[in-house]
């Protein structure tokens, strides 16, 4: 037992050694000591210890450790890899950027980590450049899905999915959905992932929502929504999928309406109390905070818990048309201009604050417009 701790607290310091390397030295690793036909990890220790001293090394050096063998790369990308790395109390928070120039130049990912580091730019997007995608993350990986595209002049809607590895810094195909959609809302809920509405290959407006299991790689049709409805957004509170905003055929104007659905009870039932013509909206701890078109200097706050609305102000100065796109990073809420503003500093909204100093400034920022933000845990 004694051999059996030092030789695990030997693995731990090589490994920590390595954490502070800018670089991981793949070299080291193929010159023998770990192959494809190694019965173990690591050679001398169980396949449990062998994956904790894995997930202990910084995440930017999980490429290149995918390219010692198929048993390395097949754990770092797992969801037992993000377990071990939660449990360890080792999972690093990175937000990844959608960005474009002010000139409309085409658009790239890029990571920021929360002090406004840029880490780097992501390869670009498989596929065709589209509008009206889905974003979602899901077991640590970024998803994007379906779209809009335009091909010499004829208009495509996708229903193609890839996901990007942000361990392995690579991106791949998923199946397809069902129906090719675009302007639809998309979350996950439960480790699943749901998309629902939008506009079909004809420009109808759909009523239809599958879901995705990673598991299976596979998406299934569910129980459509009462009404069609495009433009909307989801997300995922308490176990069920809320969708708000937009339009429907069956009101004026913008809806009002909330369709949440319960995976237990595979149904859907209404609220009346929604958000209308959200251009921005996020998940923060078990609220949703939303922006509303109409008024730029409030944070709409919903309480799934009662179906309850609350409204804060935001100290902002000047016009309140700037607008907004949100970003989260340490428990935070980032308020990204979507106008090109030299004065202006992404404020920064902590809800735990002390009364009177949740808002901040904060130099966290991406280096084009904000089209879209995730973050990721890994």
């Known amino acids: ?102 000139e409309g130049q085409e658009s790239r990912w890029e990571v920021l980590d929360c002090f406004g580091n840029k880490h780097r730019v992501l390869p670009p997007m498989p596929g065709l450049s589209k509008l009206g995608f889905g974003v979602v993350v899901l077991n640590g990986k970024l998803l994007v899905m379906a779209g809009y595209a335009l091909v010499d002049g004829t208009g495509i809607v996708s229903a193609e999915v890839y996901q990007y590895d942000s361990c392995l810094n690579s991106w791949s195909k998923l199946a397809n959905m069902n129906i090719p959609r675009y302007e ?3 979350a996950e809920v439960n480790g699943l992932i749901y998309v629902v509405g939008g506009h079909g290959v004809d420009g109808e407006s759909l009523s239809s929502a599958e879901v995705y299991n990673p598991d299976t790689d596979k998406w299934t049709l569910i129980e459509s929504m009462r009404r069609p409805r495009w433009g909307c957004f989801a997300c995922g509170l308490d176990g069920k999928l809320y969708v708000m905003g937009g339009r429907s055929s069956f009101t004026i104007g913008n809806s009002r309406f909330v369709d949440v659905y319960n995976p237990k009870l595979q149904t859907w039932r209404e609220m009346k109390n929604g958000c209308v013509m959200v251009t921005a909206h996020a998940i923060l701890g078990k609220q949703l905070y939303c922006m509303e078109w109409k008024n730029q200097r409030k944070l709409s706050i919903f309480n799934s818990r009662d179906g309850s ?5 935001i100290p902002l100065a000047g016009s309140s048309s700037i607008g907004f796109k949100f970003g989260i990073l340490d428990g935070k809420l980032l308020l990204f201009s979507v106008k090109k503003d030299s004065g202006y500093r992404t404020l920064q909204y902590n809800p735990d604050a002390a009364p009177g100093s949740e808002w901040q400034t904060t130099e966290i920022y991406p280096s084009g417009l904000c089209l879209s933000s995730v973050t990721i845990k890994a």
């Not at 609305?309 to 102000?313: L, Y």
Request: hydrophobic share 45%; net charge positive; glycine share 4%.
């Open 309 to 313: 609305w609350k409204s804060i102000n």
């Open 184 to 186: 639809f809302a998309c």
């Open 1 to 102: 037992m004694v051999v059996e701790k030092k030789r695990i607290t030997n693995f731990n310091m090589c490994f920590s050694t390595l954490a502070e390397q800018t670089e991981f030295n793949r070299s080291i690793f193929l010159s023998g000591m770990v192959t494809d036909d190694s019965s173990n990890l690591l050679p001398g220790l169980p396949d449990d210890v062998a994956k904790h001293c894995l997930a202990l090394v910084p995440r930017s050096n999980f490429p290149a450790m995918a390219g010692v063998c198929r048993r390395w790369r097949s754990f770092i990308r797992s969801k037992e890899c993000i377990t071990v790395r939660r449990l360890a109390g080792v999972l690093e928070e990175w937000l990844y950027v959608l960005t474009m120039e002010a």
